[in-house]
T-cell receptor, first 112, second 113 residues
Framework: GENVEQHPSTLSVQEGDSAVIKCTYS??????FPWYKQELGKRPQLIID?????GEKKDQRIAVTLNKTAKHFSLHITETQPEDSAVYFC???????????FGTGTRLTIIP | EPEVTQTPSHQVTQMGQEVILRCVPI?????FYWYRQILGQKVEFLVS????????KSEIFDDQFSVERPDGSNFTLKIRSTKLEDSAMYFC???????????FGPGTRLTVL
């Protein structure tokens, strides 16, 4: 089955700087890669996703890149703000097998 | 905006007791899921449900677990005889179609004493 690795497990960044979180996956059949933000005690919220036919996607301060050959994808947050502090999870999903396999999470702390 | 809802928000039970966690997925969605998250750990897939039957289940989803969609709106997860290690946050999710976003409910925190 799919295995998703995520690093770093914790990340502290000065407000205004950029943050990068990286994930690798094992199943070459995976074709959809969402990123979720989870605040303490809350549900995971989708912040951005990318499909395997695209190499990069951007939404304001958030971008995701995908390298299918290397089986890795990354989340980039620019101009970080205190409200970006949360746990971020990457995930992978295969076509026809709609479950999400999550990474282990990254606790991002933005230092004011 | 439509949302997935879950009840109760917090359930405390004694070891060995049965619990039923309830979810109301988004109304036009076709795929339904249960995930769990042990405190401080990642979200883990339990089971997926499509066309009124289980489409996939994980190793965690053993004979103590069952799911039902008893009517057109509710989706339930039953744990027959709870164990201490079942303590976790349980999330329901639903999906409109294969190329769409999976929406998560707010979760039920299950505490087994």
């Amino acid at each position: 089955g799919e295995n998703v690795e995520q690093h770093p497990s914790t990340l502290s960044v000065q407000e205004g700087d950029s943050a990068v979180i990286k994930c690798t996956y094992s199943d070459s059949a995976s074709n959809y890669f969402p990123w979720y933000k989870q605040e303490l005690g809350k549900r995971p919220q989708l912040i951005i996703d990318i499909r395997s036919n695209v190499g990069e996607k951007k939404d304001q301060r958030i971008a995701v890149t995908l390298n299918k050959t290397a089986k890795h994808f990354s989340l980039h947050i620019t101009e970080t703000q205190p409200e970006d502090s949360a746990v971020y999870f990457c995930a992978a999903r295969s076509f026809g097998n709609e479950k999400l396999t999550f990474g282990t999470g990254t606790r991002l702390t933005i230092i004011p | 905006e439509p949302e997935v809802t879950q009840t109760p928000s917090h359930q405390v039970t004694q070891m060995g007791q049965e619990v039923i966690l309830r979810c109301v997925p988004i109304s036009n969605h076709l795929y339904f899921y249960w995930y769990r998250q042990i405190l401080g750990q990642k979200v883990e897939f339990l089971v997926s449900f499509y066309n009124n039957e289980i489409s996939e289940k994980s190793e965690i989803f053993d004979d103590q677990f069952s799911v039902e969609r008893p009517d057109g709106s509710n989706f339930t997860l039953k744990i027959r005889s709870t164990k201490l290690e079942d303590s976790a946050m349980y999330f329901c999710a639903s999906l409109a179609g294969e190329y769409n976003e999976q929406f998560f409910g707010p979760g039920t925190r299950l505490t087994v004493l």
